[in-house]
T-cell receptor
Framework: DAKTTQPPSMDCAEGRAANLPCNHS???????VYWYRQIHSQGPQYIIH???NNETNEMASLIITEDRKSSTLILPHATLRDTAVYYC??????????????FGTGTLLAVQP | DTEVTQTPKHLVMGMTNKKSLKCEQH?????MYWYKQKAKKPPELMFV???????INESVPSRFSPECPNSSLLNLHLHALQPEDSALYLC???????????????FGSGTQLSVL
């Protein structure tokens, strides 16, 4: 699986958009970009995934560059409850038999009041 | 019901004890996972079960023994652990749509294990 690089930490003001970058320059054509987050003392939570096109759901938007070498997770109006470690993972979309979802070090997003 | 339930939430055990961690889901998922997470580190994959069969073992020491009695339950049996095994143990499940499917993992809140 392609390696990902994320900044170790970021700050964001409450109510503003949080833009979390991820570099995955060695991504291959059949690898998806997944984002999960982990709020303190909880298990990781799935946020969004994408292959080529930009994606949006009720939690966030995912912008993938045309060459697919990087992506940005956007939380449009960050709240204090969005303070968490955000993990960007690149993985082929296999089913459970070979589904090794490997977490990198992630970005600690601190939303400030 | 979109929950993965793990019990107990906290466990303290001695190095000679035998204990078990339990994980349950009722989403009809056919893939289940154990992860281990040390403080301030990302989760590390330990085991993957697919359709109740062990499909991935990430070279985990034999003092950790997984068991999947049915499609809703996943256990992790612990025996002769070391203090360095103290960590948060996370269980997860996913649909297992087969090759080509994108898997979303649903995680429990974990069991915080302390080995004395």
């Amino acid at each position: 699986d392609a390696k990902t690089t994320q900044p170790p930490s970021m700050d964001c003001a409450e109510g503003r958009a949080a833009n979390l970058p991820c570099n995955h320059s060695t991504i291959s054509g059949n690898e998806y970009v997944y984002w999960y987050r982990q709020i303190h003392s909880q298990g990781p939570q799935y946020i969004i995934h994408g292959l080529k096109n930009n994606e949006t759901n009720e939690m966030a938007s995912l912008i993938i560059t045309e060459d697919r070498k990087s992506s940005t997770l956007i939380l449009p109006h960050a709240t204090l409850r969005d303070t968490a470690v955000y993990y960007c993972i690149v993985r082929v979309g296999y089913g459970g038999a070979t589904n090794k979802l490997i977490f990198g070090t992630g970005t600690l997003l601190a939303v400030q009041p | 019901d979109t929950e993965v339930t793990q019990t107990p939430k906290h466990l303290v055990m001695g190095m000679t004890n035998k204990k078990s961690l339990k994980c349950e889901q009722h989403m009809g998922h056919r893939a289940m996972y154990w992860y281990k997470q040390k403080a301030k580190k990302p989760p590390e994959l330990m085991f993957v079960y697919s359709y109740e069969k062990l499909s991935i073992n990430e070279s985990v020491p034999s003092r950790f023994s997984p068991e999947c009695p049915n499609s809703s339950l996943l256990n992790l049996h612990l025996h002769a652990l070391q203090p360095e095994d103290s960590a948060l143990y996370l269980c997860a499940s996913s649909q297992d749509g087969g090759a080509g499917g994108v898997e979303k993992l649903f995680f429990g809140s974990g069991t915080q294990l302390s080995v004395l």
